[in-house]
C-alpha cells in the first residue's frame, strides 16, 4: 500500500504557466487536504474536500483550485502561477473529516517553484 | 481565531539529554490535538493524537501529555535520529491548525 502519492516531486515553472499538481491516496478516505509549508509560517491549508464531489477553502486559498471528481484523486491546478506561490506542497487524507479521531497522513510533498 | 503555538522554536540538545516541547492553543471546545515529526524534504508523520486534558501517550523516546491549555512533548534520553522539527495541530476552524514547530537537533 503506497498511502499517499503525489506528483511531479518538484517543478520549476514560469510565472503565468498553469500548472497542476497530482495527488492520488489508495486507503479510500473520504477527506483530503492541500496545504503550502513556508520557512517561517508552518502548514496553511489551501483547499480541502470532505468527500468526494464537494470542496472547500481553507485559511489562503486564492490563485488555487481544485476537484474531487472520485475518492482516490485531488489535483491542485494554479490557474496563472505566481513567484509568490514557491512553496513545498502537501496533500493529506483522513478517513472523514470533522471526527475528533481522524488523523491526518501525508504525501511526500511537491517542491515548487515559480520564476 | 484559533492559534497554535510551539515552543521552543529550535532545540539543540546533547545526545541523552531529556527535554520537553510545548505546544499552547487557543481554540474552543478541544476536539483532540496531534503530533506529527517532520525529516527534511519529506511529508509530516504522525504521532500522537491526545484527546482530553490529562492523557498521555508514549511511543520509544517520546512521550505527550495534554492539560487544558498546552501539550508538551518529552524526549528522554534522545538519540541523533530523534532529530526533525516536531509540529503539533488543533482541530479549528479550518479541519486542522497547525504550529509552526519545533526543530530539534540532536547532537552525539
Known amino acids: 500500500i503506497a498511502g499517499i502519492t503525489q506528483a511531479p516531486t518538484s517543478q520549476i515553472l514560469a510565472a503565468g504557466r498553469r500548472m497542476t499538481l497530482r495527488c492520488t491516496q489508495d486507503?479510500?478516505?473520504?477527506?483530503m487536504y492541500w496545504y503550502r509549508q513556508d520557512l517561517g509560517l508552518g502548514l496553511r491549508l489551501i483547499h480541502y474536500?470532505?468527500?468526494?464531489?464537494?470542496?472547500g477553502k481553507g485559511e489562503v486559498p486564492d490563485g488555487y483550485s481544485v476537484s474531487r471528481a472520485n475518492t482516490d484523486d485531488f489535483p491542485l491546478t494554479l490557474a496563472s502561477a505566481v513567484p509568490s506561490q514557491t512553496s513545498v506542497y502537501f496533500c493529506?487524507?483522513?478517513?472523514?473529516?470533522?471526527?475528533?479521531?481522524?488523523?491526518?497522513?501525508f504525501g511526500p510533498g511537491t517542491r515548487l517553484t515559480v520564476l | 481565531e484559533d492559534q497554535v503555538t510551539q515552543s521552543p522554536e529550535a532545540l539543540r540538545l546533547q545526545e541523552g539529554e531529556s527535554s520537553s516541547l510545548n505546544c499552547s492553543y487557543t481554540?474552543?471546545?478541544?476536539?483532540?490535538l496531534f503530533w506529527y515529526r517532520q525529516d527534511p524534504g519529506k511529508g509530516p508523520e504522525f504521532l500522537f493524537t491526545?484527546?482530553?486534558a490529562g492523557e498521555e501517550k508514549e511511543k520509544e523516546r517520546l512521550k505527550a501529555t495534554l492539560t487544558k491549555k498546552e501539550s508538551f512533548l518529552h524526549i528522554t534520553a534522545p538519540k541523533p535520529e530523534d532529530s526533525a522539527t516536531y509540529l503539533c495541530?488543533?482541530?479549528?476552524?479550518?479541519?486542522?491548525?497547525f504550529g509552526k514547530g519545533t526543530r530539534l537537533s540532536v547532537i552525539a
Open positions: 493529506a487524507s483522513s478517513r472523514t473529516s470533522g471526527s475528533v479521531t481522524d488523523t491526518q497522513y
Open positions: 486507503m479510500r478516505h473520504n477527506a
Open positions: 474536500s470532505n468527500t468526494a464531489g464537494t470542496t
Open positions: 481554540v474552543s471546545g478541544l476536539r483532540g
Open positions: 491526545l484527546y482530553s
Open positions: 495541530a488543533v482541530p479549528g476552524n479550518t479541519p486542522l491548525v
